[in-house]
């Protein structure tokens, strides 16, 4: 048993590592989790992992207003509300261009098919 008035704990930390400890709890708490690594590859992937997520996000967002928008529901958001609107003409000029170039491709192909048998 520890006798006298010694001090029975943890070992005390060097400043730099209390400031390092600081630093990255502050840096987690909220938004976006950073990367607590110092090493530029892994920074690197991480950003990268975390725009093509934010751009997912955002994509999966639009879709999910357009569709609500389109079965007659109410959006109290106004930027979200615009950017289903948005998705939704892109859909819609999709679609008719779609269309559009298979009757194209239709009366081409009827136009051919005459030639090919008006020339016998």
């Known amino acids: 048993m520890a ?3 010694a001090l029975l704990g943890r070992k005390k930390k060097s ?3 209390q400031l390092k400890k600081k630093k990255q709890k502050a840096a987690t708490k909220k938004g976006w989790k950073t990367c607590t690594t110092t090493k530029q590859r892994k920074l690197q ?3 990268e992992d975390q725009a093509v997520s934010k751009s997912i996000n955002a994509k999966n967002e639009a879709v999910m207003a357009s569709r ?3 079965n007659h529901g109410t959006i109290v ?3 979200l ?3 289903g609107k948005e998705e939704l ?3 819609k000029q999709a679609m008719l261009k779609k269309t559009d170039t298979t009757k ?3 009366e081409r192909a009827k136009k051919e098919l005459a030639k090919l048998n008006g020339g016998r």
């Open 3 to 5: 006798q006298g008035k």
């Open 68 to 70: 609500a928008l389109q």
């Open 89 to 91: 003409s892109k859909q």
């Open 45 to 47: 992937l991480a950003k």
């Open 15 to 17: 400043a730099g590592a």
């Open 104 to 106: 194209k491709y239709v």
């Open 81 to 83: 509300k615009k950017v």
């Open 77 to 79: 958001l106004g930027d």
